[in-house]
């Protein structure tokens, strides 16, 4: 197993600390994207339940979740990168926490960036764009991890471009919540093997 290279910015957060934060940033991106709507005349984009809607954030999720563990052989600065990101977060929690992993960042993350933020900004490549790299900005834990800034990034256009693409909100919402379970659940999978 890798170990967490020195940084004096960030000091290992408990299990405990780590679901608190994880809470508080869910209800912090929650009230934020209440207030936007309360104080803007933008809709909410649609969350439309269909079969066609889970096949596909299912199918997206699989899909950033393999390119994530192709570019982590190829490309050894987000190997190292990610290692690190996904270390601090993950080996406190113990198996059970990943549904929460999934499931909170998944919805609120979504909630503010695809459903709210991108269509004030426009559901257009500017849009796109904008929300991705704020999404982006959102994971990173320091400046020598900018190739997880940089994948974080690529993820927030696709799931922007799945929001525009199909107008229903749940496409990326699931899209997100299959790629935090999956890649989580591999990587503590590999870190056991180790």
Request: a neutral charge.
């Amino acid at each position: 197993m890798k170990q967490l290279p020195e940084n004096p910015e960030l000091e290992p957060l408990t299990r405990t600390q780590i679901l608190i934060v994880m809470a508080v940033t869910a209800i912090v991106l929650l009230v934020v994207s209440k207030l936007w709507l309360y104080f803007s005349p933008v809709s909410l984009l649609p969350v439309r339940w269909t079969e066609m809607a889970l096949l596909l954030g299912l199918g997206i999720g699989l899909g950033v979740t393999f390119s994530s563990a192709v570019l982590y052989r190829l490309w050894p600065a987000y190997g190292k990168s990610a290692d690190y990101y996904l270390e601090f977060i993950l080996k406190p929690l113990i198996w059970p926490d990943l549904i929460w992993l999934g499931l909170l960042p998944g919805l609120s993350e979504e909630l503010l960036f695809r459903g709210i933020m991108l269509p004030t900004l426009g559901l257009n490549v500017i849009g796109v764009i904008v929300t991705s790299i704020c999404f982006g900005i959102l994971h990173i834990s320091g400046l020598e991890q900018w190739p997880y800034l940089v994948w974080a990034t690529i993820v927030g256009m696709l799931l922007g471009f799945s929001a525009v693409y199909t107008d229903n909100l749940l496409v990326p919402v699931v899209a997100h919540i299959v790629t935090n379970l999956l890649s989580s659940y591999l990587w503590k999978l590999r870190q056991h093997r180790f």
